[in-house]
């Protein structure tokens, strides 16, 4: 009885070292990290894309020059001397006598807020680098989403051909007992089997197109995980409801990244103009230093102090291009506003047009197109196989669904791809 536990010890270890070995000779497939959703993609994008990572570090730069405007200018220390005698005082040489040496400090003094003017426009300058982040990142974040819509197609489309392949081989095997028996000709068989390369090629196409759009997935999440071992998963339908037009107009008015940075870049412009009129003011440079100068009239007298204000005369130059250019620089910069306005609303519009388009186009397909494809396909089958249709007749039957399908597929493809721009143009997500 005390060795049972032990042999049984034993086996358990023995078992797990064969499952250990066994491992790599299973298929690499099975072993398949779990498929992804778009929100996961979406969190994985966010923290991995390079592009972003780069972007996000100009704004970390900006920052820093905010650091850089508001600095003071730098005190400047000065030293001089001079009155040293070359020749013998009284018949004795005393080469430092009477050296007056004369240390001081000056500082310019900065009038009209202009140290305040450059912190506010290096502030504004941040402002716009981070709505362009975000505006980099909307683009970015629709150039991934028409990629995960796209794996997401052709896994459909993938999973259609595999389904069109099975149910042609059950054709063929019918077929090829109806000609073992007589009921068939050898060369609509061969005929039959020929035409089963159409949907061998069908499948074999699609998986290269899955592959292509998870890499490209792969690409902007900046993953070196093997296609095959990648995988994503999500609803792939379509829907007929949509916002209005015009609640998506003041959405996008909103939160349009590109369109704050146009305003913000017209707000940076007025805080430029302001600190041109106030360099063209005057800093006066005020100076104090101290003075060793001996006296020979009175040797008590060696120790003075002393101060001055230098004050330039801006005559000549009082910064006046600059004032003109930044002057001009803020019409400049509210066309550029306004521009990218009319630009917002014509994204939405054209977006908004295609997913309707889309939406019409697929309407009939729900509504009658699927069901009598597979009607059509059926019954033309099922008389084919009694003799009541002939063999064009099938072949055209399945093809006529197997276009239907795929036309399906790619619409329901297009819509979401189309979905994604108008979130683009609205700036979020306005449309699951």
Not at 112 to 135: N, P, V, W
Not at 371 to 380: E, H, Y
């Amino acid at each position: 009885m005390r060795d049972k536990p032990v042999k049984s010890s034993g086996w358990r270890r023995w078992n797990w070292t064969l499952v250990l070995l066994a491992l790599p000779l299973f298929p690499a497939a099975s072993f398949c990290q779990q498929a992804l959703t778009w929100e996961q993609v979406r969190e994985k994008f966010e923290t991995a894309n390079p592009t972003l990572k780069a972007a996000q570090i100009n704004i970390e730069e900006s920052r820093a020059n905010e650091i850089t405007a508001y600095l003071r200018p730098n005190p400047t220390f000065n030293f001089s001397s001079d009155g040293t005698q070359l020749v013998p005082h009284d018949g004795v040489w005393q080469p430092f006598l009477g050296t007056q040496y004369v240390p001081g400090v000056s500082y310019l003094h900065e009038r009209r807020h202009k140290r305040e003017l450059r912190q506010e426009g290096a502030q504004k300058a941040t402002d716009i680098a981070t709505s362009q982040f975000k505006d980099q990142d909307r683009t970015l974040l629709s150039t991934l989403r028409g990629a995960f819509v796209l794996s997401l197609q052709q896994k459909a489309i993938l999973e259609l051909a595999k389904a069109n392949l099975d149910y042609y081989d059950k054709v063929l095997t019918i077929s090829r007992e109806r000609f073992r028996v007589g009921g068939l000709a050898r060369v609509d068989l061969d005929r039959l089997e020929l035409q089963r390369v159409q949907y061998e090629s069908d499948v074999e196409s699609a998986k290269v197109a899955l592959e292509d759009a998870k890499i490209q997935v792969l690409t902007l999440l900046n993953d070196r995980t093997p296609a095959d071992h990648f995988d994503l998963t999500g609803p792939f339908e379509s829907s007929d409801q949509l916002p209005p037009r015009d609640d998506l107009h003041r959405l996008a008015l909103d939160i349009r990244p590109d369109l704050k940075a146009a305003a913000q870049a017209v707000e940076m412009a007025k805080t430029n103009h302001k600190l041109a009129v106030a360099n063209g003011s005057t800093d006066p440079t005020f100076t104090v230093w101290y003075s060793y100068n001996p006296s020979f009239n009175n040797p008590n007298d060696k120790h003075t102090v002393g101060a001055s204000v230098n004050i330039p005369l801006r005559i000549f130059d009082r910064n006046q291009g600059e004032k003109l250019r930044t002057q001009l620089d803020i019409g400049l910069n509210e066309r550029q506003r306004d521009a990218a306005e009319a630009q917002v609303f014509s994204d939405v519009d054209t977006a908004y047009a295609n997913v309707m388009s889309n939406i019409n186009l697929l309407r009939p397909y729900k509504e009658k197109y699927l069901a009598q494809a597979v009607r059509v396909r059926d019954t033309v089958t099922y008389a084919y196989q009694r003799g009541g249709a002939s063999l064009l007749d099938f072949l055209n039957a399945e093809s006529d669904y197997r276009t239907v399908q795929v036309n399906y597929l790619t619409l329901i493809g297009a819509y979401l791809t189309a979905v994604a721009q108008l979130n683009q143009a609205v700036g979020r997500e306005a449309v699951p």
